[in-house]
């Protein structure tokens, strides 16, 4: 279980634990006894494009979901072995916050003083042009609509946070941060982004496959071969009980029980749609456009028009539950308000807070910190239907969803993970609901994902292997 407290203000979350219970188990054949078994390696020569020699080999998939031994060319048994991976812990190891009180209020003073020199230099630039002395406006009004959204909701952050809080450290889900400790801490080297998804999803758009075959869905089975033409083009299924792992372009990514993906674009979503699957649960996480995204090209951004594209009304199912991550931008919240959820026919139900703390339980950003703050927000909606559909199942009783409810946890240190909803939503949803994530940078078990980087926080670097022999 992810959820660690749940009381009336919303949930504490343990984003750890709710990997880590995710059975990522991954069975092999011994390989110095299990040489009539080895994979064989498909060059990526069908594909035709001048950029072939960037892909490289093929990606291959071996795992076997059987236990047994099977014979060897000499009439031996070969061994079988259960690798186990658990997420690093270490990407959870947020012990102080990113900004303290200290330094938060040493940048304001510095801040008044900035602008308080500008405003010198200002009124001795306007004296001089004889004209009448003005005083230079501070804040813009995208800032001043975002401080009067932070003023409407900061006790109730504030409050719910605390009782959540309070409790994690009663139960020492939390611990108070020693001295000892933050003397001893050391900084955390994160794995290297070595395989670039999205300039892959790129490149493949070029393949001809993708544009003249409509493909099935791709199940992988025991000892299948998968080649990244076969992961361009379709959706990927592990619908066994155990982890199963694919490599492309030489980087290895571990793939959890019960779920499914789609690596593509937006411009290349035609492969879900073709499963002819809806669903009653679509999380959104847009790439949203910012000023910090385009300093560091970290990652494209889609424009409003281009999010307002996709086809959420071809994929949700009667009364869909729609939730959007939304930045604290008001730009951002007013659009998905005001344009897109009423473009898709989506009615907003409630507004969802995401708060990030230290292991110690305090806000990782000063709450009103006027750069950054502490929490994100969850836009939650139902698809609107012209005629009011009864429920398959008559017994299947879903609560009504509360509004203002804060979901309160560690953030993982990678940049963009999001905290698992699953659990926090199966009292508003159908116990045998379809799920959807879009623009997803990692799996879960149940769930379809898709994303030009779906696999991204799959790779196995981010995991720890323990080996146990079965």
């Given at each position: 279980m992810?959820v660690?407290?749940?009381?009336s203000?919303?949930?504490?979350?343990?984003?750890?634990?709710?990997?880590?219970k995710?059975n990522?188990?991954?069975?092999?054949?011994?390989?110095?006894?299990?040489?009539?078994?080895?994979?064989?390696?498909?060059?990526?020569?069908?594909?035709?494009?001048?950029s072939?020699?960037?892909?490289?080999?093929s990606?291959?998939?071996?795992?076997?979901?059987?236990t047994?031994k099977?014979?060897?060319d000499?009439?031996?048994n070969?061994?079988?072995?259960?690798?186990?991976?658990?997420?690093r812990?270490e990407?959870?190891?947020?012990?102080?916050?990113?900004?303290?009180?200290a330094?938060h209020?040493?940048?304001?003073?510095?801040?008044?003083?900035?602008?308080?020199?500008?405003?010198?230099?200002?009124?001795?630039?306007?004296?001089?042009?004889?004209?009448?002395?003005?005083?230079?406006?501070?804040?813009n009004?995208?800032?001043?609509?975002?401080?009067e959204?932070?003023?409407?909701?900061?006790g109730l952050i504030l409050?719910?946070s605390?009782q959540?809080?309070q409790?994690?450290?009663k139960?020492?889900?939390?611990?108070?941060?020693?001295?000892?400790?933050?003397?001893?801490s050391?900084?955390i080297t994160?794995?290297?982004?070595?395989?670039?998804?999205?300039e892959l999803?790129e490149?493949?758009?070029h393949?001809?496959?993708?544009?003249?075959v409509e493909?099935q869905?791709l199940?992988?089975?025991?000892?299948?071969?998968?080649?990244?033409?076969?992961?361009?083009?379709?959706v990927v299924?592990n619908?066994?009980s155990?982890?199963?792992m694919?490599?492309?372009?030489g980087q290895k990514?571990?793939?959890?029980?019960?779920?499914?993906?789609?690596?593509?674009d937006?411009s290349?979503m035609?492969?879900l749609?073709?499963?002819?699957?809806?669903?009653?649960?679509?999380?959104?996480?847009p790439?949203?456009q910012?000023?910090?995204?385009?300093?560091?090209?970290?990652y494209?951004?889609l424009?409003p028009?281009?999010?307002?594209?996709?086809?959420?009304p071809?994929?949700?199912?009667?009364?869909?539950?729609?939730?959007?991550w939304?930045?604290?931008?008001?730009k951002?919240?007013?659009?998905?308000?005001?344009?897109?959820y009423?473009?898709?026919?989506?009615?907003?139900v409630a507004e969802?807070?995401w708060?990030?703390?230290?292991?110690s339980?305090?806000?990782?950003?000063p709450?009103d910190?006027?750069h950054?703050?502490?929490?994100?927000g969850?836009?939650?909606?139902?698809?609107r239907e012209?005629?009011?559909?009864?429920?398959?199942?008559a017994?299947?009783?879903?609560?009504?969803?509360?509004?203002?409810k804060?979901i309160?946890?560690v953030?993982?240190t990678?940049?963009s993970?999001?905290p698992p909803l699953?659990?926090?939503?199966?009292?508003y949803?159908?116990?045998?609901?379809?799920c959807?994530?879009l623009?997803?940078?990692?799996?879960?078990p149940?769930w379809?994902?898709?994303?030009?980087e779906?696999?991204?926080?799959?790779?196995?670097?981010?995991f720890i292997a323990?080996?146990?022999?079965?």
């Amino acid at each position: 279980m992810s959820v660690v407290h749940q009381l009336s203000p919303g949930w504490l979350l343990d984003h750890l634990s709710f990997i880590n219970k995710i059975n990522y188990h991954l069975h092999q054949q011994h390989k110095p006894c299990c040489s009539k078994n080895e994979p064989t390696f498909v060059h990526f020569d069908s594909l035709q494009m001048d950029s072939v020699s960037s892909f490289g080999t093929s990606a291959t998939f071996i795992a076997s979901d059987s236990t047994t031994k099977p014979d060897n060319d000499a009439g031996g048994n070969c061994e079988m072995f259960v690798q186990k991976y658990v997420f690093r812990p270490e990407l959870f190891d947020v012990t102080k916050p990113y900004i303290t009180p200290a330094i938060h209020k040493e940048c304001q003073q510095r801040n008044e003083k900035e602008d308080l020199m500008n405003d010198v230099k200002k009124e001795n630039f306007i004296s001089t042009i004889g004209k009448k002395r003005k005083r230079c406006v501070v804040f813009n009004q995208g800032e001043l609509d975002a401080m009067e959204y932070h003023t409407k909701i900061r006790g109730l952050i504030l409050d719910g946070s605390s009782q959540l809080i309070q409790e994690g450290l009663k139960s020492g889900f939390l611990h108070p941060l020693l001295e000892k400790q933050d003397k001893c801490s050391e900084p955390i080297t994160l794995p290297l982004d070595t395989c670039n998804l999205a300039e892959l999803c790129e490149m493949a758009k070029h393949l001809p496959s993708l544009n003249e075959v409509e493909l099935q869905t791709l199940q992988l089975m025991e000892d299948h071969m998968v080649t990244e033409q076969d992961v361009f083009s379709r959706v990927v299924e592990n619908n066994s009980s155990f982890t199963k792992m694919i490599t492309l372009m030489g980087q290895k990514y571990l793939l959890p029980p019960q779920s499914s993906f789609l690596l593509s674009d937006i411009s290349c979503m035609h492969p879900l749609l073709n499963c002819r699957k809806t669903y009653d649960v679509i999380v959104i996480d847009p790439p949203w456009q910012n000023k910090s995204v385009k300093r560091s090209n970290r990652y494209s951004y889609l424009s409003p028009l281009q999010i307002k594209q996709i086809p959420i009304p071809k994929l949700a199912a009667p009364n869909c539950l729609v939730i959007t991550w939304v930045t604290n931008r008001q730009k951002h919240l007013r659009f998905v308000k005001e344009e897109l959820y009423p473009s898709w026919s989506v009615e907003i139900v409630a507004e969802w807070h995401w708060v990030k703390i230290t292991n110690s339980g305090e806000f990782v950003f000063p709450l009103d910190s006027p750069h950054k703050k502490p929490y994100e927000g969850l836009i939650l909606g139902r698809v609107r239907e012209e005629i009011a559909l009864p429920l398959r199942n008559a017994d299947v009783k879903m609560l009504p969803i509360p509004d203002h409810k804060l979901i309160v946890s560690v953030p993982c240190t990678l940049h963009s993970h999001k905290p698992p909803l699953a659990e926090v939503l199966k009292d508003y949803i159908k116990p045998d609901g379809k799920c959807l994530e879009l623009f997803a940078r990692n799996l879960q078990p149940g769930w379809t994902s898709w994303g030009n980087e779906v696999l991204k926080f799959q790779h196995v670097d981010y995991f720890i292997a323990l080996d146990s022999r079965s």
